[in-house]
């Protein structure tokens, strides 16, 4: 039953551009939380990276339907120039000139960037200022956007 889950979902999923290592851990976990509903999503994601870690240790790659090698190495260690703290602190996302915001919780910052969740993915704009309550205020671009979450460089 796992095997199917997880090819429907990759089947919705997997299009002419590549996936990469996240990807795939990302299928997996959420075929993992639709035959066993009651798992977390840690939980999951966790089972995945293992999954994908055993593949990549016994020298197994993960290839899509036409053959193409989607993950031959993969890592749950990763490859950042600054140390990134887990903070989990609300903030504001303050955007057009000032006259709007939103709020945020910051998941993940660094000297370099932020990993946050905005209220309204849809609003959330490509450069704003984040204010953080007594941790001052950064001009941010947006790098990436994942689910509810956003990735953020500081200016």
Known sequence: MLASTVNQTAGKRLTE???DGQDVADLVAEAVRSVEPNITAAAA???ANGVLVAFASAGLGIVDAAGR???REY???EKRRQQRD???RHARIIYSASSC???CIVMDLSEGGARIKPS???LCPEEFTLRVPFGGSRDCEVVWRKNTEVGVRFM
Do not use: F, K, Q
């Open 17 to 19: 551009s590549s996936m």
């Open 45 to 47: 994601h966790a089972i």
């Open 69 to 71: 090698t989607i993950v």
């Open 75 to 77: 890592s749950t260690h």
């Open 86 to 88: 887990r903070v989990l």
């Open 101 to 103: 915001t939103m709020d």
């Open 120 to 122: 309204d993915m849809l």
